[in-house]
């Protein structure tokens, strides 16, 4: 089954949308399959999935959203899968949006910029899918720069 499967499964048989006092473990689950699948959908937007954007997505995955090396490599390798599928998107993130809070979204925001600058350089075309995807989860251009421009200073 597709990580962007399970994620609609998961979101429709679980908790109401994010609120303060809900169950933690499942909305971390849910940010992770949901930040495996856009992470590697923006890393392939160009047409290509490079070793560096590969290695940075199985790092962020392990070390920012702490699973196993393994439990990465299951979430990289299922959300692959997933990524043939781009019709998916415009679904896939109004999922997002309605049930993870805005600083959720930015952390997912911001892991898909720490893809594109993986490789050292911005890809025009991840750059607009980026700001597709920031206006369809509610993100303002404002605060999609300020995070942009944050994780790029991180990378320098």
Not at 23 to 51: F, H, P, T, W
Not at 59 to 72: F, K, T, V, Y
Request: glycine share 6%; with cysteine.
């Amino acid at each position: 089954m597709s990580i962007l499967k399970k994620l609609s499964i998961f979101v429709h048989n679980n908790a109401a949308p994010h609120s303060p006092g809900g169950d933690s473990v499942r909305d971390v689950d849910k940010e992770n399959l949901a930040a495996a699948a856009l992470m590697v959908e923006v890393a392939a937007y160009d047409g290509q999935i490079s070793s560096c954007e590969r290695g940075r997505i199985l790092n962020l995955l392990e070390h920012r959203l702490g699973l196993s090396r393994d439990e990465a490599i299951e979430l990289f390798v299922e959300a692959l899968a997933a990524q043939t599928d781009s019709t998916h998107i415009l679904g896939f993130t109004r999922e997002i949006k309605d049930h993870f809070d805005e600083t959720g979204r930015e952390n997912i925001l911001e892991l898909m910029w720490e893809v594109v600058f993986a490789d050292g350089k911005e890809d025009d075309y991840e750059s607009n899918l980026l700001r597709r995807v920031s206006g369809l989860l509610y993100i303002s251009d404002k605060r999609n720069g300020q995070i942009k421009k944050k994780v790029k200073a991180r990378r320098q």
